[in-house]
């Protein structure tokens, strides 16, 4: 699987696992911030998110913190799945 | 007066009250490194405070077994008829057996000990245990019941368990509240119970209590306090400033928890009053917990003094609260018992030792209500549908489990049709129903079930708590007034709990609603707009 369908394919995980019914993958900007206004995700979402990336990519985070920078975008998400994926 | 006039504490550290008092003043803790809840492996080990072995009566559950355990030790201290109609059960719990309905659950203790009136749970997440004092000193002080038995309790399990694992809110070491370096709670496990009397005398008397909510977030605290501060605030209305020998905290040993009390303390100028947190003793023992660390802290306070909070050390708080991990002797005649919890609210109570000027509220001024809009909805109304039809731009909405959404939508619906937005301050919004979360529970189930593909989903472990219905409501309309939550047998047995929530005077405006949730497909709610 290539970087783009990675990013689509985690988009559709993001919108899937987060619930976020009115929106698709296109309204989705690889570079945006994922927390902050944009999506409107809180601290539960970032523990779904921690979820899904231990659930799907076999990604475990000892510390939380870590994982903020992991969250800036899609295409931060995408590359730290690429470089430590486990599944 | 409304009078304290028995209790029992059952906890892994002792059978009695007074066990558990010596337990603590002698600095022991139950907290122990657990790779199991009662015979159920965990994932992942935890500190937590649970039972060696669960006592289980016949044909009652552990948690049924508890309550009678605890409410017959209590009663043996006192002369009073459990059987007469004007002795009432209030339950704390915030997950009562999980897999059956609290409301039974109650039925089946108030009826052990030969008691026919509709008991009351409450419901109102880590709460419950203050909550369910405000509503015996409110069922009291409407001289409709004479008695009010309140108990509350708790059985670990690993859905709990593994629903704070999910949040990542549990220490893997024993818990510190408000330590720099704490690092999140315990879970623990007791059972407490209180007696309170409107026609017996006492030592402690309950001066009243609040509630309110943050109107922020369903499962994180307010950054401002906004909750706390106000019951703090109320409570200094009851209690003369000068005669308060400490606060009781919730002190849960999370991040956000304590640094939300410590905020609340500072806003209220109250950083002088002595603080103490008990939960380096028994973790968070959930729907005991209020009950617990109350009847605690009036014995310690009989005794002269303050108990220390184990796990304190260094003030990891933005400000400082007034706690030590030595124990100190008492000023003062009252305190103050303070909680927070998920969905948003907040609870405290006041209690005194000094004389308490009598409230005497005619039912005229608090149950006169009138209704100005109602709703009705059932299984054969699409929630969703309605939502995208008459509400719409609220993205939230699909983040809820059915019943918030039942309960959020029904909302929605009242305040149009009523064509008003509700005040900030003056709203309560009141509600309950049968099966408590059930529906939603067993979608949380599901992701712990398989142990191969064991993902605990944080996301669905809060709406576990019905309460969060109306914290879902609270943030919408940025309500801070009162949020509650009751499991009860039928709706009918709801008015009471209705009327007596005018005793809070700033309440202008009551949200009420039944809201039952079976299943995707089975469901009903009724909710009235009440204008005083």
């Not at chain 2, 603080?275 to 005991?288: E, F, I, N, P």
């Not at chain 2, 909805?377 to 995208?388: A, C, M, R, V």
């Not at chain 2, 529970?441 to 599901?446: G, T």
């Amino acid at each position: 699987m290539d970087n783009k369908e990675l990013k689509e394919q985690l988009k559709q995980q993001v919108i899937e696992v987060l619930n976020l019914e009115d929106i698709t993958p296109a309204d989705i900007d690889d570079a945006a911030p994922l927390f902050g206004e944009g999506l409107g995700l809180d601290s539960i979402d970032a523990l779904e998110l921690l979820m899904l990336l231990d659930k799907n990519y076999g990604i475990k985070f000892s510390d939380r913190n870590q994982s903020k920078a992991v969250f800036a975008s899609i295409d931060a998400m995408a590359a730290y799945i690429i470089a430590n994926r486990k599944k | 007066m409304i009078s304290a006039i028995a209790d029992n504490i059952i906890s892994p550290l002792g059978m009695t009250t007074a066990a558990n008092l010596e337990a603590v003043r002698s600095g022991k803790t139950a907290l122990r490194n657990h790779d199991n809840v009662h015979g159920v492996k965990l994932q992942e080990p935890v500190v937590g405070s649970f039972f060696e072995e669960l006592p289980c009566m016949d044909g009652y559950t552990s948690f049924e077994t508890l309550l009678i355990k605890s409410v017959a030790a209590a009663l043996s201290e006192t002369h009073i008829n459990a059987e007469s109609d004007t002795c009432v059960f209030i339950i704390s719990t915030t997950k009562g057996n999980i897999w059956s309905s609290p409301a039974d659950s109650a039925k089946k203790v108030a009826n052990y000990f030969g008691n026919k009136v509709s008991p009351i749970v409450v419901s109102t997440a880590c709460t419950s245990g203050v909550s369910a004092q405000l509503a015996a000193w409110r069922m009291l002080t409407s001289g409709r019941y004479e008695t009010a038995i309140v108990v509350g309790c708790d059985v670990q399990s690993e859905f709990i368990v593994s629903g704070f694992q999910s949040f990542k809110a549990l220490s893997n070491e024993l818990c510190r509240p408000f330590d720099v370096q704490r690092k999140g709670l315990n879970a623990g496990e007791a059972v407490a119970t209180l007696i309170l009397s409107n026609t017996r005398n006492g030592k402690w008397h309950l001066m009243g209590g609040s509630i309110h909510n943050d109107a922020n977030h369903i499962s994180g605290p307010s950054r401002t306090a906004e909750g706390s501060l106000r019951c703090l605030k109320d409570m200094l209305k009851l209690v003369d400033k000068t005669d308060l020998a400490m606060i009781s905290v919730h002190g849960t040993g999370t991040l956000y928890n304590d640094e939300m009390e410590s905020i609340a303390i500072h806003r209220a100028e109250m950083d002088e009053i002595p603080v103490s947190a008990l939960k380096g003793y028994y973790g968070h023992t959930m729907g005991a917990a209020g009950l617990l660390e109350t009847i605690l802290t009036m014995h310690a306070l009989d005794e002269g003094v303050i108990l220390p909070s184990k796990g304190y050390e260094t003030q990891g708080t933005t400000y400082r609260v007034n706690l030590s991990q030595d124990e100190r002797e008492s000023r003062g005649n009252s305190f103050i018992k303070l909680l927070s919890g998920f969905g948003g609210v907040n609870a405290a109570v006041a209690w005194t030792k000094a004389e308490v000027k009598e409230k005497n509220l005619t039912p005229d001024e608090y149950n006169k209500w009138k209704e100005k809009a109602a709703v009705t909805l059932t299984s054969s109304d699409n929630i969703k549908e309605l939502y995208k039809a008459e509400i719409g731009n609220y993205p939230k909405f699909y983040k809820m489990d059915m019943l918030a959404r039942l309960g959020f939508v029904g909302t929605e619906l009242l305040l149009k049709r009523a064509g008003v937005e509700p005040e900030h301050e003056g709203t309560a919004i009141v509600m309950a129903n049968y099966s408590a979360s059930m529906k939603n529970d067993k979608d949380y189930e599901a992701t712990i079930e398989d142990k191969n593909n064991y993902f605990p989903s944080p996301a669905l472990f809060v709406y576990t708590l019905p309460n969060i219905v109306t914290g879902e409501v609270a943030i919408r309309h940025q309500v801070y007034g009162e949020t509650a939550f009751y499991v009860l047998h039928s709706e009918d047995e709801m008015q009471q709990l209705i009327d007596v929530t005018g005793m809070k005077p700033s309440i202008k405006t009551i949200i009420a609603g039944w809201v039952e949730c079976v299943s995707t497909d089975d469901y009903y709610a009724k909710l009235s707009l009440l204008k005083r």
